[in-house]
């Protein structure tokens, strides 16, 4: 998958283009019919492809949303309204992001619908991983509503090809329904079908643990902790395990599907518009470009998703982890600390050599084994299991050379846990959606700034105007 390039599709879900000669390339939509795309499972094969590629155009910002909005990361400076409007908890609704994301999630649940429709009637005989298709099909469908009730609350549920004039009738449905109709049946459908793992070029696809990790965070989000367990259970027999560097994770000469690797949202850089942008973004800006220089990174430096100092603060200064996840600066060639003019911290977390600007090869990490038994030991630890719980939580401690920790109440237990999701996973875009699935928002984020209503990020307005029905797209409280 790191040498898949993106396939350019339209809304609707129809693939007209490709990059790369793996893929099929279709002719216009108007010179060829639907069914004519869909006949052989190559077809089938480079049609899921359509489905990463928007997620793939979504995830590009996806800190925005995980660590931005939290109070792990802010923008540090005066330089771009929006960012500050995100940090301050005063974002439009018709701000560009809140549009690409709506409509990124969209055409991926488009493409996916187009692609489940068609395999209903494929030859098996033809369509020889025809179950495989469906699996990662309806993976990524789950997926893509899971970030859209996460982000907007109740939306439009769509599970089959739906014409223009239908789509003005689709109402908000409930975000319950949606985890119960779609999300949950398609991760549960996709684990039955998808393979343990790839090989060659289809590295990096959707898997079998894959669908379990990502059904485990489903249940703990919606605090079914006995579901949970037993999810997550199955994730920590199914092979993985943790490196025993936590440098290693963002090491990007390394290979990055280890071990601890579960699923990412793949780029590759190369200059063929399919890298990402966090190396450029990341990275502040130093006199003559000196920090652009040592790291081997071109076109520039960001300046954003600065980590906060009481980031830095909160760890101990003997955990390694710290370093990675909020620096003051870098060691030299020459030994010497550079630190940075405006900016006080950054993240190393993404940080490889790019060729031209946010065309780096780095991924985004959307779950790795590390947060699977942190959460698996959450949900251990609700179900009245704290001893047991207390054995994966010292895990990842003491991977991360950190003394493990001893007996402890239910409670305390809890509260460590949630310290330890920080250190190990803070600017990976997990912080936002742990503070609300914990109830934690208004308690951590209320001083900050945050009213009630911000759990929720506002509806497009330009999809408001458009289907003009508050009965039928109404927009989230607070941002009228």
Same mark, same amino acid.
């Given at each position: ?29 108007? /010179?060829?019919? =639907? ?112 970030? %859209? ?9 769509? /599970? ?29 459908? &996709? ?43 199955? =994730? ?6 943790? %490196? ?48 652009? /220089? ?46 940075? %003019? ?9 940080? &490889? ?32 299991? /704290? ?94």
């Amino acid at each position: 998958m790191k040498k898949i390039v993106c396939l350019a599709a339209m809304a609707t879900g129809l693939t007209l283009a490709s990059c790369q000669k793996s893929f099929i390339e279709l002719n216009p939509i108007s /010179t060829v019919s =639907v069914d004519a795309i869909y006949k052989t499972d190559k077809d089938f094969q480079d049609a899921v492809v359509g489905i990463y590629s928007s997620l793939r155009n979504q995830y590009q910002d996806f800190w925005i949303f995980g660590d931005l909005r939290s109070d792990g990361s802010w923008h540090a400076l005066g330089n771009d309204a929006f960012l500050i409007s995100v940090d301050k908890f005063n974002m439009n609704s018709d701000a560009n992001l809140m549009i690409s994301t709506w409509r990124n999630y969209y055409s991926a649940i488009n493409r996916a619908n187009l692609v489940l429709s068609k395999l209903e009637s494929a030859d098996p005989a033809v369509v020889t991983n025809r179950d495989r298709h469906i699996g990662e099909a309806k993976f990524l469908r789950a997926f893509a509503y899971f970030d %859209l009730v996460r982000i907007f609350g109740d939306v439009p549920l769509n /599970t089959a090809p739906t014409s223009i004039e239908a789509g003005y009738t689709k109402v908000r449905e409930k975000a319950d329904k949606i985890y119960e109709e779609v999300i949950i049946k398609d991760l549960m459908d &996709a684990e039955a079908k998808l393979p343990a793992k790839y090989t060659g070029v289809d590295v990096g696809r959707a898997t079998k643990g894959a669908a379990k990790a990502i059904l485990g965070r489903v249940y703990m989000t919606r605090k079914d902790f006995v579901k949970a367990e037993a999810k997550l259970q199955e =994730v920590t027999t199914s092979g993985y395990s943790l %490196l025993a560097n936590y440098n290693d994770l963002f090491d990007y000469s390394k290979d990055e599907h280890h071990s601890e690797y579960i699923f990412d949202i793949e780029y590759q850089d190369g200059n063929l518009g399919a890298g990402s942008g966090f190396s450029n973004k990341f990275l502040p800006k130093s006199a003559n470009s000196a920090a652009e /220089t040592f790291y081997g990174i071109k076109g520039g430096a960001g300046e954003q998703n600065t980590p906060t100092l009481a980031l830095f603060d909160s760890f101990d200064p003997k955990d390694p982890r710290r370093d990675v996840t909020v620096a003051k600066g870098y060691t030299d060639n020459n030994g010497a600390f550079q630190g940075f %003019l405006q900016i006080a911290t950054f993240t190393k977390k993404y940080l &490889a050599p790019t060729n031209s600007l946010n065309d780096s090869k780095v991924n985004w990490k959307v779950i790795r084994y590390a947060d699977v038994l942190l959460m698996y030991a959450e949900a251990l630890n609700e179900n009245g299991k /704290t001893d047991i719980a207390l054995t994966y939580l010292n895990q990842v401690r003491t991977r991360a050379k950190m003394p493990a920790y001893t007996t402890m109440t239910k409670d305390e237990l809890r509260t460590n846990i949630y310290k330890e999701r920080i250190y190990e996973l803070s600017m990976e875009g997990v912080r936002w959606f742990d503070l609300a699935r914990t109830n934690r928002l208004e308690s951590v984020m209320g001083p900050l700034g945050l009213k009630p209503f911000n759990a929720l990020f506002p509806i497009p307005l330009v999809e408001i105007q458009i289907i003009n029905n508050p009965s039928i797209l109404p927009q989230n409280p607070g941002y009228s």
